[in-house]
T-cell receptor, first 113, second 112 residues
């Protein structure tokens, strides 16, 4: 266990479904992140939260909706996704923003049919 | 916009060899550079973090160097073992955006 837990590990959904990815950390970290990892492409930063407030949204389509109810939990709500959204979605946390070691979860493998 | 390139994309070596993985970045105004390891189907594990003021960091058989002015970093793995087989990713933290920009990784296979 890395200290960051992601569920579910695998998810298959249709284009009209609504689902959510969950991330949980009990490391006492103040910053949490969502990354997208597609085949043969670099990791793409999607969202950054610091102390439960969103500080970065890297031009992510509105069909992805993040939620950070407290400093230990981060969600990614998914609706009306496209097949090209199929990827590994990684959650990470760090003590604070910037110049810190990131701790990653194992990822949620999403397949959109 | 920062771009990070890792060469080669894949590398296969026999067990026991010393090897070097390369990382280059286009904007030298960075706060730090990190090397990560990713096993198949898993998340990333941070291996080494080099602050912009540092030249190298060492952890066991791993040594990472940073030449900020030339936009280059290397990860040296001594006496490679089959357990070192994984994808190694380099990431730089930008000075302005304070975000990590990742390379596409080098997939390493160490043959027994």
């Amino acid at each position: 266990e890395t200290g960051v837990t992601q569920t579910p590990r695998h998810l298959v959904m249709g284009m009209t479904n609504k689902k959510s990815l969950k991330c949980e950390q009990h490391l006492g970290h103040n910053a949490m992140y969502w990354y997208k990892q597609s085949a043969k492409k670099p990791l793409e930063l999607m969202f950054v939260y610091s102390l439960e407030e969103r500080v970065e949204n890297n031009s992510v389509p509105s069909r992805f909706s993040p939620e950070c109810p407290n400093s230990s939990h981060l969600f990614l709500h998914l609706h009306t996704l496209q097949p090209e959204d199929s990827a590994l979605y990684l959650c990470a946390s760090s003590q604070d923003l910037g110049a810190n070691v990131l701790t990653f979860g194992a990822g949620s493998r999403l397949t959109v049919l | 916009k920062q771009e990070v390139t890792q060469i080669p994309a894949a590398l296969s070596v026999p067990e026991g060899e010393n090897l070097v993985l390369n990382c280059s970045f286009t904007d030298s105004a960075i706060y730090n550079l990190q090397w990560f390891r990713q096993d198949p189907g898993k998340g990333l594990t941070s291996l080494l973090l080099i602050q912009s003021s540092q030249r190298e960091q060492t952890s066991g058989r791993l040594n990472a160097s940073l030449d900020k002015s030339s936009g280059r970093s290397t990860l040296y793995i001594a006496a490679s073992q089959p357990g070192d087989s994984a994808t190694y990713l380099c990431a730089v933290e930008d000075g302005s955006a304070r975000q990590l920009t990742f390379g596409s990784g080098t997939q390493l296979t160490v043959l027994p």
